[in-house]
């Protein structure tokens, strides 16, 4: 029978049931890999639900550095007999099946391609632990001591880790420690170890962390100067706020005092979360909300309000499946468009779209500064694969000789020195963005009225015409300089002239960027855009420009992105090719592979080759 | 409305303690109808800050939509205003009273504004003691969109056009006393004797300080079958006593008998002194604010005055335990951990 052989390259799934502990143990065997350099990408895979229903756990290891899903699965560990019928047939061809052989394996689940694994972890646990909780934590403990032993994972760093887990609670150590032996010596003893796949120690992750994006989006928040926090729970954005509350208990405490620098409002409702979040930012302080799409629909019309009163409002979108409730646990990366525009009326928010943790953290920090230098809401939209699962990531930096850019505030003194009228909404400087001043800044200059209402340059109620229709130029305008202001795009050229381009986004990348490797295996080049803000660039116009063939890859159907640049670049559609994936599950890098390929060379493009006419090279 | 304001004033217009003529406390010139009473609430706002000698731009003015919430604009012009979406007024004035501490925060509200489309936001401010002092300008109507019923309409009262209201009213006073607010007093836009005195207690109280005022529409809900009209309120008024104001350091001279009076002290230090005309009102005591205001509505009276106050009231910043400090003035010191914070928190990420 075939065998799937490989080192430091596969992709390894564990079948739980929710609510049973596996959770830590599964993170506990992702992170032994990544302790031995070598780069691992684990992602929950959960339903929406607390407790009973199963749930996996799928971690690729790829020593190549690969991190998007690969697709297919060489080993399964399953301890959920609910979905034991499912999980054999995800096993490719050669792989490997371990179970709970405590119960006799269902004959007619066998298939005679894959290799079973039996090992009986409830007997184990029923022989050695009394407690009904104990039996049922440690059988996943004891599934990682053996696949120490199937793998050659080093036992020394697991022991390290239960360590660093239980600091603190130190009399759990030798229970843990005790539990891996038991899987490693029964693995040891009944299977020939190490098997076709394993794990050789590499120097291959660098300085790099494991994080996930939401912990990372709450530190940016932190960073950024944000004093308040407002919100309404709603997976998967829920972790934004709880990890900022973790983090400001210990970074944001006056020790003399006790008070606390910083203020949370869990919200009645989403719609009063962004409320808060722009009567803060209206009075002074940085603020911001997390939500998902869900929210994003009620917090519309207050987006709204905080673009016409251009009001410097921050909000972290984790995007989960849509429409409607959808799927609350599953990713998407589908509310482009409503973020977009979001509200009635001519309306265009700015949008940042991080990929890693570390852009998670600096675009949130980076999101006030814009939010405030433009005085206009700003979206960071990442996703559940991003915001909930850990990530490699390269380490968190900040320059402490930083500064915030609190943009186009008045001082006390400055509205003393002005003889002239304050307008609050006079283009002073050409740049589409006013002055404003904070409530309570000085006796008789430069207050102004807030409205969602139409007014004049010196914030005066009308509903003239003219009037109007400067004050919305104006706010094109200051989309124009928005431009200059937003993260520019990332361009990976192929190396050598290429005719096909892929455009792509936030969590997409890292599947994209495989996909494109292994087109360049194929002889097929591929150059790279990845859009990292809304407004566009003009780079996004040239390297449409300088290209025959451009996919945009997005995991939604309706290919929300496409859409915004054919409207807001005037592409013709027909030039932008979409490659859509929203089963809910994150893009795997086959899936991109074949989609290019199909067209590529399909269309018997032979990329290398100079084009005939005008447009003799792309580059 | 009146169109035309001179800017003539008597130039010995009697000044407050900060040296400001009343004239520093008004706004523009109002749009709304003639007789509105919501003037005359906005003319109550200017009487009282000028006799408090507040720093007009000290104060932030939040409202949502709706003629209510057009008022701000006609008061205290030095001050920020907001006019918010409808019925979010108070999740705004909340962000704001988060961001700066140190401010008096006035929220305007009607009553479709907070009974109907705002009712989830109005009682959750309430919940949070937010320290502001939110009047909701009461005439049963939408005067906007020409005079359809509010949730506030009472059963049988009909309005200018209209069918008798079917429906039950929400009573925002019973509704703001059950939800634990720490003031709560309803009034009437055409007795400033009464009302002017309450906005002082209310702009002293700290925490959520809520002014039901029945403020008639002139134009859609001031005739014969209206129970929020001018006619209609003028007869079936009663008061739970005369209220009188008295700021911190002012001498206290009068004096009643025992029963028949009440002093209650703010946090600033000023008192309230409750002349009770009504012996059964505990100002203490939420049931018996509830119950009174039942039995007199049970005699068709609408009753009026400061119900209920909790001098030991704590607002939101003392319950969450922020700092002195307004957050929006901390700075980058305060504020950001630096690099080295990271680097410890990078190493145990490995």
């Not at chain 1, 990682?144 to 600091?167: P, T």
């Not at chain 1, 944000?226 to 997976?235: L, R, S």
């Not at chain 1, 969590?507 to 407004?535: H, K, N, Q, W, Y």
């Not at chain 2, 018996?288 to 007199?296: G, P, Q, V």
Request: hydrophobic fraction near 35%; charged fraction near 20%.
């Amino acid at each position: 029978m075939k065998k799937i052989k490989a080192v430091n390259d596969f992709v390894i799934k564990f079948a739980n049931v929710n609510g049973t502990g596996s959770a830590s143990a599964n993170n506990m065997f992702a992170k032994s890999l990544f302790r031995m350099g070598l780069p691992v990408s684990p992602k929950n895979i959960f339903p929406s639900n607390i407790q009973g229903l199963p749930t996996w756990y799928e971690v690729r290891v790829s020593e190549k550095g690969y991190l998007g899903r690969r697709g297919g699965i060489d080993m399964m560990v399953c301890v959920n007999p609910q979905s034991m019928a499912k999980d054999i047939n995800e096993v490719e061809p050669g792989g490997y099946f371990l179970y709970d052989s405590s119960k006799p394996l269902d004959l007619r689940l066998m298939r005679n391609d894959i290799h079973f694994i039996g090992i009986p972890l409830k007997d184990i646990c029923q022989r050695e632990y009394k407690d009904p909780r104990q039996q049922q934590l440690f059988r996943n403990v004891i599934y990682v001591g053996a696949l120490a032993a199937l793998l050659d994972i080093e036992f020394q760093v697991l022991a390290d880790l239960v360590a660093d887990q239980f600091r603190g609670k130190e009399k759990l150590i030798t229970p843990n420690v005790h539990a891996l032996e038991l899987g490693f010596h029964y693995a040891r003893e009944h299977f020939t170890c190490p098997l076709g796949i394993r794990v050789e120690r590499r120097d291959a992750v660098g300085d790099q962390i494991l994080l996930d994006g939401n912990t990372a989006a709450a530190l940016g928040a932190i960073y950024g100067g944000a004093t308040v926090a407002a919100w309404y729970p709603i997976t998967p954005s829920t972790s934004v706020v709880d990890a900022y509350e973790k983090y400001c208990k210990r970074l944001r405490i006056d020790p003399g005092s006790g008070h606390k620098n910083y203020a949370i409002v869990q919200a009645e409702d989403e719609l009063a979360a962004i409320g808060m979040v722009i009567g803060a930012a209206w009075n002074g302080a940085r603020s911001f909300t997390a939500t998902s799409g869900p929210g994003i629909s009620l917090m519309s019309e207050f987006l709204g309000l905080a673009y016409f009163a251009e009001i410097p409002t921050v909000l972290i979108d984790v995007q989960r499946a849509g429409p409607s409730t959808g799927m609350p646990t599953r990713t998407q990366q589908s509310d482009i468009l409503a973020c977009a525009h979001a509200s009635h009326g001519d309306t265009k928010h700015v949008l940042l779209f991080p990929a890693t943790p570390k852009e998670c953290f600096d675009m949130t920090a980076e999101a006030f500064d814009l939010a405030e230098v433009l005085q206009t809401p700003v979206i960071m939209l990442t996703d559940l694969d991003l915001g909930m699962n850990d990530n490699m990531s390269e380490p968190l930096r900040w320059d402490d000789k930083r500064h915030y850019r609190r943009g186009k505030v008045l001082t006390e003194e400055q509205l003393e020195s002005m003889s002239e009228r304050f307008g609050r909404y006079l283009d002073v400087d050409g740049d589409g963005i006013p002055y404003r001043t904070y409530p309570g800044t000085h006796a008789t200059k430069g207050s102004f009225f807030t409205r969602g209402t139409s007014r004049d340059e010196y914030a005066v109620y009308t509903e003239d015409s003219e009037a109007y229709e400067r004050n919305m130029q104006r706010l094109l305008l200051k989309w124009e300089t928005a431009k200059q202001e937003v993260p520019a795009p990332e361009l990976i050229e192929a190396g050598q002239s290429s005719r096909v381009g892929v455009i792509h986004f936030g969590t997409s990348r890292d599947a994209t960027l495989e996909a494109i490797d292994m087109l360049a295996d194929e002889g097929v080049a591929v150059d790279s855009l990845r859009i990292r803000a809304f407004p566009f660039s003009q780079v996004v116009d040239a390297f449409i420009d300088s290209h025959d063939i451009v996919f945009v890859v997005e995991q939604n159907r309706d290919g929300q992105l496409r859409s915004l640049i054919v409207n807001e670049c005037e592409i013709d559609p027909k030039r932008l090719l979409p490659i859509l994936h929203y089963g809910g599950m994150p893009v795997t890098a086959r899936f991109i592979r074949e989609k290019i390929a199909a067209v590529v060379k399909g269309d018997n493009v032979t990329p290398l080759h100079k084009k005939t006419g005008s447009k003799e090279t792309n580059r | 409305m009146t169109y035309v304001r001179p800017n003539f004033r008597h130039p010995e217009l009697p000044v407050n303690a900060l040296g400001y003529t009343r004239k520093n406390y008004e706004g523009a010139l109002s749009t709304l109808c003639a007789g509105c009473g919501h003037d005359s609430i906005s003319a109550a706002i200017v009487q009282a800050c000028f006799e408090m000698s507040i720093e007009p731009h000290n104060v932030a003015k939040l409202s949502g939509i709706g003629c209510s919430s057009k008022t701000p604009t006609y008061f205290l012009g030095n001050s920020h205003g907001f006019n918010s979406v409808h019925g979010r007024m108070p999740s705004v004035a909340t962000g704001a009273n988060l961001a700066n501490r140190d401010m008096i925060y006035v929220g305007v509200s009607g009553d479709g504004d907070s009974a109907s489309i705002g009712m989830g936001q109005f009682t959750h401010a309430v919940r949070r003691n937010l320290n502001m002092m939110y009047v909701v300008e009461n005439n049963g109507c939408y005067g906007l969109t020409k005079g359809q019923d509010s949730a506030t309409a009472d059963r049988g009262s009909t309005s200018k056009k209209g069918e008798p209201n079917p429906f039950e009213p929400i009573d925002l006073v019973s509704v703001a006393l059950q939800l634990g607010a720490t003031f709560v007093a309803r009034s009437f836009s055409g007795d400033r004797e009464q009302l002017v005195p309450l906005i002082k207690a209310a702009i002293s109280h700290r925490g959520f300080a809520f002014i039901d005022v029945i403020s008639p529409c002139v134009t859609f809900n001031n005739n014969p079958g209206s129970t929020k009209g001018y006619a209609y309120v003028r007869d079936h008024l009663a008061a739970t006593g005369t209220v009188d104001y008295v700021p911190f350091k002012q001498e206290i001279t009068t004096s009643y008998d025992p029963g028949q009076s009440k002093e209650v002290s703010l946090h600033d230090g000023s008192v309230v002194h409750l002349h009770k005309a009504d012996p059964h009102l505990d100002l203490a005591s939420r049931r018996s604010a509830l119950r009174l205001i039942k039995d007199y509505k049970a005699k068709d009276q609408i009753l009026t005055g400061l119900l209920f106050m909790d001098e030991d009231s704590q607002d939101l910043h003392d319950i969450v335990g922020t700092c002195k400090t307004p957050l929006r003035s901390l700075t980058e010191t305060e504020l950001c951990p630096g690099q080295n914070v990271l680097d410890k928190l990078n190493d145990s990420l490995r």
